[in-house]
């Protein structure tokens, strides 16, 4: 049964994978209904997405700004109508285009309904448009949300959105947990992002804190700009270049509850088989 109430009670058995943008490669595209089928099958347990509004309103699952190169398209989805953004079609690593077209929100979250749980990215975009989709589609109890970590997005929560399940996104410092704790908002934990090992959020106190408040930590193995650092370095790269111990055997080991990654299948099969090893 996938609910919130489950999530804490299958994350303390084992870091769960949340695969972003869906597992894409090769003639798949991330974000398409392929992308997140796949990412199911190589065993996530959160299928991320992103979320473009058009110019008439309508929710596309999009990462916004990327339209040249997932598109080949130089317009901007919200510089578009819903029928412009329905015609186009993702193109493949080789600037091919493919079958594969732009899903409207309320069909990808649909086509997850019940499976897995889902992060919508960009929430912050278009709070209340999205928050009626996730209520229409009566899943409230699979969808995360997030927001910067910022007095002004946790009052947009409160009202618009405080029956979702909401993690704020933490750089380096936890200043808020405390605050988000006494407010009228559905906290369930927070995204962390720290570039070295002595950040306060990488260290072990800090886990201890929010785990004995029965709290939720997210972080990211993804690498999306190299001079971005999400992990103090323990990523996929790391993982797929032959360290894995130092990648996500790292983040693993420290008790991280939630492992955002775009290699699901080899990330797990590593996971399992370091249990395996631990269980003799």
Known sequence: MIGIDTIGQAAHKRPLLAAHRGVAGGNIPCNTQAAYEIALRQGADI?????AR???GVLFVFHPGMERPHLGSD???QDMTAHEVEQLRFINQDGTPTEHRVSRLEEAL??????CYVNIDKFWTCMPEITATVRNLDM???VIVKTAADPFWFDQVEAYAPDLPYMPIVSEQDTCCDTLLKR??????AEVIFATEESPTAQADYRDWMHERG???WVNAIVYDF???LAAGHSDDRSLMGNPDEGWGWLAAAGYDIIQTDWVQMCRTYLEKREAVAKG
Do not use: C, H, M, P
């Open 47 to 51: 299928v991320e997405l992103d979320v």
């Open 54 to 56: 058009s110019a008439d």
């Open 140 to 142: 409230q109890d699979q």
């Open 215 to 217: 709290l939720l930590i």
């Open 110 to 115: 649909s086509f997850l309904k019940g499976r």
């Open 184 to 189: 009228d908002i559905r906290y369930i934990g």
């Open 227 to 229: 001079r971005a650092v």
């Open 75 to 77: 317009r901007l989805i």
